[in-house]
């Protein structure tokens, strides 16, 4: 072939593969406009109730890296397929691998008792136990480490799981659950709960917590509602995992198990709260959905998996005598079946899931209704344990077994009382009326089909001697049929119209009120406003002028007072085709907090015309007084300290600004040496630097900087402040710009939040508010972000940035002039083992910035105690005893240092 040839051959290769390329990129560019189109139309089409995006941040990370997965787990998913495979292909699996307790230890069933299961209901539940805790696990540990623990858990948990179920049924404390001294163990719940136990060592802080607490919670809850073998086994896997954790296995060296409280966050707390609420409200239906589980509804959950008998069987077996012991065992399985009568079972837990999802968003309400529920789960196991109890024997035994039954709703209702505190944000009365109408209004419908239903229907009912009877069985309409066999029934369904009447009134009306109980926990809660103000003061942020921390008046908590708007000259000669246009903005705005009779605002009032600022700050005086209250204008400029001077307001130095130019971005001479250092390393350590929002930033980004904050807060001694100190739920505002450094695989080693500042309608700069770091991570990830703020700040035409102010920490070298600076100083060097806000203040004096007093102005030196009660509850509303008591205890030992 010539020369030429094979050029040409080789090019139309060439061609080809550039095709291929073209072709494949086109592939990814359509899957990618795809997928982008498909987000763009849940997004505008989701129903503000329903989390959609949630949903979809969850799922698409799933589908679309499944099979790396697969790839990263190999261990957990070869054990899920090796007990389907044995399940499956041997019969009567119990029999042939599973250990009873009453064999002699050692057994070879020990090397069989963990893999495979005897039911398909259990089948079912362990998978749902090996993706959600064994996968994480061997995630955390690696595969090789993984196998090691399932091996060493499962060859340490099934003998003293057996042990400790042997000793607690010779106590006699297992009244109510399976003979332990006689049972098969065939489940792989001990390693599955061990190894999650042992890997939540090597997790943060955030996910240790909870997921010990599930683990610690749901086997308890197990234990002591229905006493299995298996849940022995699983109680004492977790404990030992954990143990074997804190010992840090793994090659590790070994260290003394220390037991530290790591306060977590105030919606850290809430999640934890909920998680402890549903795992307790879990355990009731995994022992219902385990057939061979004995506890107080094991009578009747055990009938959720006898087949199913039809309403012409019933009636025939029921036509001599309705009071026949096969007749009424016939009535009961017939109440278990069907969708309406498990959906009814479920109701607790659905309502409790419901909940939840309000407790983790700090509602009052879902607080109050779990509190409820709590009660009455207490009051409906109390009635069914005297109700299938025919012998008491021994009443301390007797005692002893009830209280343990209830146990862990009891522990829960404490654990809702203590935390009373934490939930306190209320939603609109008006939504709380619109709701329950809604219930109201469906139980009458509901009760109303009912009783017309049994006198239409009555030749389709047996005892129907008085409709009389229809009022009666009305209140067992709406219980879950598991408490049937503690209620007196009058009616018996004869037909099948009858048995649709008889179950789905009740399962109707449930339907309605569950989703009125949602709709009422996911609505909009109160802000002490209404919601156009919210808006209203949002539009006057963006087209007029505020001070530096302007923006944090669009975080919860504060209220607003409006200034009138102008009136125009020639208002009067406007013509009436005119008048629907919209109505003009008020001049301005005050953002504050009312706390003990104190107005305490949030900085300057914003404006739309800065020479309206001194009339504006003196309405909104009067507006005050004419209430009752005093105005303590909090973190204000110098400027406006002395514009109001003339008014009779004094000024109090109360922390310090540092802000940063932008026509200095290079960090030339060697005042910047630390800086250029800081930026020079996060190049050679492949460290960079992400400009976002978080509805911007990735799942994965999302969860690592809660994660971050998390550790941060753990270690405080005093919980976040709030007022001009943003948390993770501040971060959420569509114009607050987060910048993460990040490194090549995705660790975040720091975060710093800005909020824009606007003058005259145009964006002049941005204020930090968030920041948190890695204390094990990139050291000088603070400067290396300030540093990149800058410079981002200068790309998008901003004149500066505010690093904000450190709270009683006045510029580096400056002595105080007054004795009261002098003792506010004093305060600041008491409070800095609590926060740490000088040694933040320290590390902004290495950009060498301008620094700008924030002042208190106030006009009346006798209401300062006051006022300093009032800024203290703005910042800690939620400060507890235990909380002081921790800080002061912080404050002791830092006082004791050399």
């Not at 696990?137 to 948990?157: K, M, P, Q, Y």
């Not at 049924?169 to 190894?195: A, M, R, V, Y």
């Not at 503690?486 to 569950?514: C, D, K, N, R, T």
């Not at 953002?591 to 600022?613: H, M, N, S, W």
Request: net charge neutral.
């Amino acid at each position: 072939m010539s020369p030429t040839t094979g050029v040409t051959a080789e090019r139309v290769n060439e061609d080809i593969k550039d095709d291929d390329k073209a072709n494949a990129e086109f592939n990814r560019s359509s899957t990618k406009s795809s997928t982008r189109m498909i987000r763009n139309y849940l997004d505008k089409t989701r129903i503000a109730w329903i989390p959609i995006t949630s949903i979809r941040r969850i799922l698409f990370p799933i589908f679309t890296s499944g099979k790396s997965i697969i790839k990263r787990v190999p261990i957990s998913f070869l054990l899920l397929a090796l007990l389907w495979i044995l399940y499956a292909s041997i019969d009567h699996p119990r029999d042939v691998l599973g250990l009873n307790s009453s064999e002699k230890l050692p057994s070879w069933h020990l090397l069989t008792a963990g893999f495979t299961v005897g039911s398909h209901q259990s089948a079912v539940l362990a998978t749902l136990g090996i993706l959600f805790l064994a996968v994480p696990a061997e995630f955390v540990l690696g595969s090789t480490r993984f196998l090691v623990a399932v091996g060493v858990l499962n060859g340490i948990s099934i003998p003293l799981g057996i042990l400790s179920a042997r000793f607690i049924e010779t106590l006699g404390l297992n009244q109510w659950g399976n003979d332990l001294l006689n049972e098969t163990l065939l489940s792989p719940s001990g390693w599955i709960f061990g190894t999650a136990a042992v890997a939540s060592s090597a997790m943060s802080t955030l996910w240790r917590r909870r997921l010990r607490l599930v683990l610690f919670s749901l086997s308890f809850t197990l234990v002591l509602f229905s006493g299995t073998l298996t849940d022995s086994v699983a109680t004492v896997a977790t404990i030992i995992g954990t143990i074997i954790g804190a010992v840090q296995l793994g090659g590790r060296k070994y260290q003394r198990i220390k037991i530290i409280f790591r306060r977590p966050s105030l919606r850290e707390s809430r999640i934890l709260v909920a998680v402890l609420c549903m795992s307790v409200a879990l355990g009731p239906v995994v022992v219902a959905f385990t057939p061979y589980a004995h506890g107080p509804f094991s009578m009747v959950t055990s009938l959720m998996w006898q087949p199913h008998i039809s309403s012409a069987d019933v009636a025939e077996i029921c036509a001599p005598d309705y009071s026949s012991p096969e007749c009424i065992d016939a009535l009961t399985l017939t109440r278990q079946t069907g969708f309406a009568a498990i959906f009814a079972n479920l109701v607790p837990v659905i309502a409790q899931l419901i909940f939840c999802i309000g407790l983790i968003r700090g509602r009052r309400v879902a607080w109050g209704f779990s509190l409820v529920l709590q009660c009455l789960s207490l009051f409906v196991i109390a009635v069914q344990l005297i109700a299938i109890t025919d012998e008491r024997g021994n009443s301390l035994i007797f005692t002893v077994n009830f209280f343990e039954v209830m146990l862990p709703w009891l522990v829960t209702l404490l654990a809702l009382g203590v935390s009373r505190r934490l939930f306190f944000v209320n939603v609109e009365r008006k939504e709380v009326v619109r709701n329950l109408s809604l219930i109201l209004a469906t139980f009458v419908i509901t009760a109303l089909t009912w009783i017309i239903g049994v006198y239409y229907l009555a030749d389709n009912f047996s005892s129907l001697d008085s409709l009389l009877y229809a009022f009666y069985e009305l209140p067992s309409r709406y219980l879950p049929p598991a408490l049937s066999l503690v209620l007196q029934h009058v009616l018996y369904p004869e037909s099948q119209p009858a048995w649709i009447l008889y179950q789905w009134v009740g399962a109707v009306f449930w339907m309605v009120a569950l989703f009125a109980l949602y709709r009422l926990i996911m609505s909009i809660p109160a802000t002490g406003h209404n919601a156009s103000d919210i808006v209203t003061a949002r539009k006057i942020l963006r087209n007029g002028s505020g001070d530096h921390l302007s923006w944090m008046s669009m975080w919860d908590g504060n209220s607003f007072w409006f200034a009138a708007p102008k009136l125009e000259e020639n208002a009067a000669e406007t013509p009436a085709e005119d008048e629907s246009q919209t109505e003009p903005l008020p001049r301005g705005f005050v953002a504050f907090r009312l706390v003990k009779g104190i107005a305490v605002t949030l900085g300057e009032p914003v404006v739309l015309d800065q020479k309206d600022r001194l009339a504006v700050a003196r309405e909104f005086k009067a507006y005050a007084s004419g209430r009752g209250w005093r105005v303590a204008w909090y973190s204000t400029r110098e400027e406006f300290a002395e514009e109001i001077r003339v008014d009779g307001f004094r000024k109090l130095h109360v922390a310090e600004e540092s802000v940063l130019h932008t026509t200095n971005t290079e960090f030339k001479g060697k005042k910047f040496q630390n800086i250029r250092t800081a930026r020079n390393r996060a190049v050679k350590e492949g460290i960079s630097t992400v400009w976002t929002s978080w509805a911007e930033a990735s799942p994965d980004l999302q969860n690592r900087i809660v994660v971050l904050s998390e550790e941060w807060v753990s270690e405080r001694a005093l919980p976040e402040m709030g007022f001009t100190l943003g948390t993770l739920e501040e971060l959420k505002d569509s114009e607050t710009k987060l910048l993460v450094a990040v490194d090549e695989n995705g660790h975040v080693h720091g975060i710093t939040s800005w909020l824009p500042v606007r003058e005259n309608g145009v964006l002049a700069g941005y204020t930090l508010d968030f920041m948190r770091r890695d204390a094990n991570g990139f050291r000088p990830v603070i400067e290396f972000l300030l540093a990149e703020a800058l410079i981002k700040a200068k790309e998008l035409g901003c004149s500066w940035v505010s690093l904000s102010g450190a709270p009683l920490a006045p510029p580096s070298g400056q002595t105080m002039p007054t004795l009261l600076d002098a003792t506010l100083n004093k305060a600041g060097e008491a409070i800095e083992p609590l926060y740490g806000f000088r040694s933040l203040a320290a590390s902004k004096y290495k950009f060498h910035p301008e620094h700008r007093a924030w002042y208190l102005c106030y006009d009346d030196e006798l209401a300062l105690p006051t006022i300093g009660l009032a800024v203290s509850q703005c910042y800690l509303p939620q400060l507890s005893a235990k909380d002081a008591r921790a800080a002061l205890i912080t404050w002791v030992r830092a006082q004791r240092m050399p």
